[in-house]
Structure formats: C-alpha cells, structure tokens
C-alpha cells in the first residue's frame, strides 16, 4: 500500500509595520486561500523498484505541486508481513532514502516514519471503538484471505491475525489525524479512503457537535503512461511475482537483469511491433522527456527490421543507467548512518507530532477523556 508544496506558514506571525495601517486593516477582513493537505503512506516491504517509481513515487510527487504535503513511512503496517526485525528497519531507511533520492524534498514537505508519531496508535484505539465489525469483513485485503482459504479447503480465518483485519482502521488514524483533504492512491486503495471517510463519519455523528474530522478523498493519479510497466516475465512489474528491476542495482547488475528480460526469436532483418515487446514497453515508460528522440528513432527502427532484440536491449540499458545513475549515488550518500535523513526525518516527525497532538487533544475533548 503505493505521491512538493510549500509548508502553510504560522498563522500567528505578526505583519512587519509598513506604516500602511489602513490597508493592513483592510487585508485582516479578507480570507486567505489555504492550501489542501495531502497525504502519502508508503509502506516498507520490500527493496524499491522501476514500477514504484513511475507507478507511485513521480506521481506522489508531481501531485506535491499543488497540495500541503505529508509523507510517511508506514513501517506498522509492514509487520503485517515483514516479521525479520532487521529487514524492517532496512526496508524503512531503504524506502525513505529512495523518495529522497529521486526529488522528495523534506525542507518544503513533511516526512516522517509513522511510529516517530505515537497519537497515531491512540487515536486507533478511540475510532476502532466506533467502527462496526461488519465494515471490517468487507474489506479487500480481509475477503481476499478468506476465499484464498476457503478455496484452498481450510478455516476462512486461516492465518489471519488481527493486524491484517484492523488495519484498515490504522490506515484510517493515518490519513485523519493529518486532517487530511485528499490522498492519491492506487485504483485497489481507494476503498482504504473510503474507509476512513465512513469511519470519520461515525466518530462526527456521535461526537460532531465537539468535533469533526475532516472528510478526506481519494484521488488515482495519472501516471502519464496509460499502460502497466512490464516486469522481467512480461506481466506486470510487482515483487509478488518476483519480476522486478531494482532502482538502485550497481551498473554491471543492472545490465545483467536487462539482458534477461525475454524477447521472441523474430529475426533482426525482420520487422517487429514495439508494442509487443517488454523491452520496448519499459523504455518508453521509463524514458525521461531528453530521451524522447531515442525512444521515437527506436521505434521507427523496430517497425522497419534491422534492428535486433539485443541492440534494443542496449538502448534500454544505456538509458537507465544514465538515469539512474546520479540517483543511485545520491541513495548511497542517504543510506549512511548520520546522513541528512535522519535529521529530515526526525525535523518531520517533530512536525507531524505537532498536527497529530492538535487533532488528539480535540478529540479528547469531544469523547470526554480530558483533564
């Protein structure tokens, strides 16, 4: 569970004295635009790849220009899966130092780990006291488990433990507690969004007339592609099939892998459908806008024949590790122990609290729990 604006400046700082009084006066009664929050989890289970970046990670981004930006590291949610203690705290620095490296910038957005913010685990509590078991069992993730055992001849409830059927109300404390008003996803998250929407809206029937939380949307950005980016088999690029193209791999790997990706055996005199090709498929995905010229000759030498699979494969690598290259360098400096990340994450963590607690203390009040 797959996204920069500037930080809404302190309302309560004081205007410099122009000697313009009476315009200043004037301004006060005028209301200000204020800018959407919008809020990204990314969750660390495994090592990023090309189809993170170009399916999640440049899109999140890009929507970034428009909104209040928060983005978290959604290392909880990972022990639903990840149970090796080392590996999570690999995959958490892995992950974080990855949206770093590719543009994230935490000086004009907030980056966080989700358990640098400990509200989080007790506004969970409060909301799953008004969220209803039925919701719960219609959940994706949760039915999804449920035929894949019933299927398979055993309990429904087979390997299920609490964090997989609660975890759509953490996922809901997530994206409340930031007072969030939009939240880009994929097309199989929305009903996460949806979720909180409904979850929010028990809590303000019950307790609205002291506080309300926000109602937040989902929004499924435009990756700019219209395709699924092919993995190394061909199907879709996921860790779950095992199929990826890591973004960080040394030069020579990453040539290896590319290599392997497989082509048909149509002769290289011969013409070929580039749209029918992985290889091709992945580089005109992945091609930044100063490639667009390789990829559109590329193309048009594929259609003619004479071109084979192999130079196509070089063409493809030649512009990923170009790419690539400065990206994977500045994802090492990041990865070191003391390096800018965990200051952005700690300068992060200590702005998310600031929101977190705010909204904490209202709800508090709201459900009597005050002193």
């Known amino acids: 569970m797959r996204v920069p604006a500037t930080w809404i400046a302190d309302t309560g700082a ?54 209040d930006s928060l983005y978290f590291i959604a290392d909880y949610h990972a022990l639903t ?3 090796d203690p080392e590996l999570l705290r690999h995959y958490s ?38 969220t209803g078991k039925g919701l719960m069992n219609r959940a994706h993730a949760y039915k999804a488990a449920r035929d894949r055992n019933i299927e398979a ?20 404390v997530d994206i409340l507690i930031m007072e969030t008003d939009v939240v880009p996803v994929g097309k199989d ?32 950005p435009d990756t700019g592609t219209g395709h699924t980016l092919p993995g190394l088999d061909g199907r879709k690029m996921s860790k779950s099939y095992d199929n990826t193209i890591p973004l960080f791999l040394p030069e020579n790997k990453l040539k290896k892998l590319v290599r392997r990706i497989p082509t048909d055996s149509t002769p290289v005199e ?30 048009k030498r594929l259609e003619a024949g004479g071109m084979g699979w192999g130079e196509l494969k070089n063409v493809l690598f030649e512009v990923l590790n170009t790419e ?3 990206l994977r360098e500045r994802y090492e400096e990041l990865m070191r122990p003391g390096s800018e990340l965990d200051t952005a994450l700690a300068e992060g963590a200590e702005r998310a609290r600031a929101r977190a607690s705010r909204v904490l203390g209202s709800v508090r009040g709201a459900i009597g729990i005050d002193r």
């Not at 209301?31 to 090592?47: A, C, D, M, N, Y």
């Not at 949206?99 to 007790?122: C, H, I, N």
């Not at 992985?278 to 100063?290: D, G, K, N, R, T």
Request: hydrophobic content about 40%; proline content about 8%.
């Open 14 to 67: 004081q205007p410099a004295d122009t000697g313009c009084a009476d315009v200043t006066s004037r301004m006060a009664g005028m209301s200000q635009p204020v800018t959407k929050v919008s809020l990204t989890g990314i969750k660390p289970t495994g090592e990023p790849h090309l189809g993170n970046l170009i399916g999640a990670i440049r899109p999140a981004l890009k929507l970034a220009e428009q909104y």
């Open 81 to 83: 899966t990840v149970r």
């Open 93 to 130: 620095r892995s992950v974080a130092a990855t949206w770093m490296a590719v543009g994230l910038d935490p000086k004009r957005t907030t980056f966080y780990l989700q358990s640098d913010v400990p509200e989080v685990f007790e506004l969970t509590w409060v909301l799953s006291c008004v």
């Open 153 to 172: 001849g055993e309990d429904p409830d087979a390997g299920v433990n609490m964090g997989l059927y609660n975890y759509p109300i953490l996922m809901a």
């Open 189 to 220: 998250q929305v009903q996460h969004v949806e979720y909180a929407a409904d979850i929010a809206g028990s809590f303000n029937h019950l307790y609205g007339d002291a506080y309300s939380f926000k109602i937040p949307q989902a929004i499924v």
């Open 270 to 299: 011969e013409p070929k459908d580039p749209d029918s090709s992985a290889v091709f498929q992945i580089l005109e995905q992945f091609a930044p806008e100063s490639a667009a010229d390789v990829v559109a000759d590329t193309r």
């Open 324 to 326: 690539l290259a400065p």
